[in-house]
Structure formats: C-alpha cells, structure tokens
C-alpha cells in the first residue's frame, strides 16, 4: 500500500528533526539576510565547483552553472531520501533546497547594484543573466519573488511532515515491520 512508502516517524527521530529544525531557523534569522554562516559556505562551494562544470559542456551556459551547482546536490539527496521513503531526510534536503533561493535571491537582488563582494572577482551571474533576458530592471522584484517562493518551499516540507506526522498515528501499530 502506498502508506509503506514512507517510513514511520519516530519521536525520538521527530524531536532530532524539531531541534535541527530550531537551530536551522535561528541560525536563518541572526543570519545576514541570503547568507547563513556554514550552510552558505557550502553552498558557494557548490555554486564555484557549478560554473567550470557546466563550461565544460558549453561557454555560454557557464554563466548558469554556479546557481545549478548549488542546487544539484540538495536534489540529488532529496532524491536519495525520496528513494528510501525517508520523510525526515527528504524534508531536510527540501529546506536546504528552498534555503538555497534566498542565497540565490540575495545575489540577484544585487544584479544592478553590484554591491557583494565576488569570489575570484568575475563576472556578477546575474548581471550578465538578466542582460541577457532583458530583465535587468526588474532585478528586485525577481528576488523578492524567489524569496516569497523560498519561504514557501520550507513551509511545505514543514506541513509535510507534519501531515506524514498524523497520517502514521492513523497507521494500525502492527504496520511497523512492514
Ligand atoms: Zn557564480
């Protein structure tokens, strides 16, 4: 039945996520906003190992390769705990996921001003991505919009849990070694 699909959550399990959980959004709210000290890092790993990537394959979608670099391995793991049926590992990918878009709002927020300091100090991504699609002057309200979007991804893997909460307490307990 497709209730198997998804492991049962345990309390034990529930309240490591809950606490992560905590610290994940304090961390997000002391955070300069776009930028969470760790998680950010790593994320502008992803994003600087993306560019060269995907400039293997074609010059001019280097330019993208950062934002797809930075989005890949979240996917991938999600995908990897989608697989195993694990709720609580899929949800966790789905917030670094949807995370990843206020750090990508933060940069194209930024695609007139040019205010944030570059690493290796090349061309701003999304300067150049806007130039492109004609749509540099509206380089705020595409942010804000990712943001909005950001914060409703996290909130939906968040009520997802929270649904696969109580549909396991609508489980018969003899489900459990299925
Ligand atoms: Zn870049």
């Given at each position: 039945?497709?209730?198997?699909?998804?492991?049962?959550?345990?309390?034990?399990?529930?309240?490591?996520?809950?606490?992560?959980?905590?610290?994940?959004?304090?961390?997000?709210?002391?955070?300069?906003?776009?930028?969470?000290?760790?998680?950010?890092?790593?994320n502008l790993l992803f994003h600087e190992a993306g560019h060269p990537i995907v400039g293997l394959f074609n010059n001019r979608l280097e330019t993208y390769g950062g934002t797809l670099g930075q989005l890949t391995f979240?996917?991938?793991?999600?995908?990897?705990?989608?697989?195993?049926?694990?709720?609580?590992?899929?949800?966790?990918?789905?917030?670094?996921?949807?995370?990843?878009?206020?750090?990508?709002?933060?940069?194209?927020?930024?695609?007139?001003?040019?205010?944030?300091?570059l690493v290796g100090g090349g061309d701003h991504d999304?300067?150049t991505?806007?130039?492109?699609?004609?749509?540099?002057?509206?380089?705020?309200?595409?942010?804000?919009?990712?943001?909005?979007?950001?914060?409703?991804?996290?909130?939906?893997?968040?009520?997802?849990?929270?649904?696969?909460?109580?549909?396991?307490?609508?489980?018969?307990?003899?489900?459990?070694?299925?």
């Amino acid at each position: 039945m497709a209730e198997e699909r998804w492991e049962k959550i345990t309390g034990w399990k529930l309240t490591g996520f809950g606490l992560g959980l905590a610290a994940f959004l304090g961390l997000l709210l002391a955070s300069e906003p776009g930028f969470v000290f760790g998680l950010d890092h790593a994320n502008l790993l992803f994003h600087e190992a993306g560019h060269p990537i995907v400039g293997l394959f074609n010059n001019r979608l280097e330019t993208y390769g950062g934002t797809l670099g930075q989005l890949t391995f979240p996917v991938l793991l999600a995908i990897s705990f989608w697989r195993q049926g694990r709720v609580l590992g899929l949800a966790a990918a789905g917030i670094w996921f949807f995370e990843n878009w206020l750090n990508i709002a933060r940069y194209m927020a930024d695609a007139r001003a040019l205010e944030l300091p570059l690493v290796g100090g090349g061309d701003h991504d999304w300067n150049t991505i806007f130039t492109r699609w004609h749509v540099l002057s509206y380089d705020t309200d595409i942010a804000g919009t990712l943001r909005c979007l950001a914060w409703a991804g996290m909130a939906t893997m968040v009520g997802w849990v929270g649904w696969r909460c109580w549909r396991d307490r609508q489980r018969p307990d003899n489900t459990e070694s299925f």
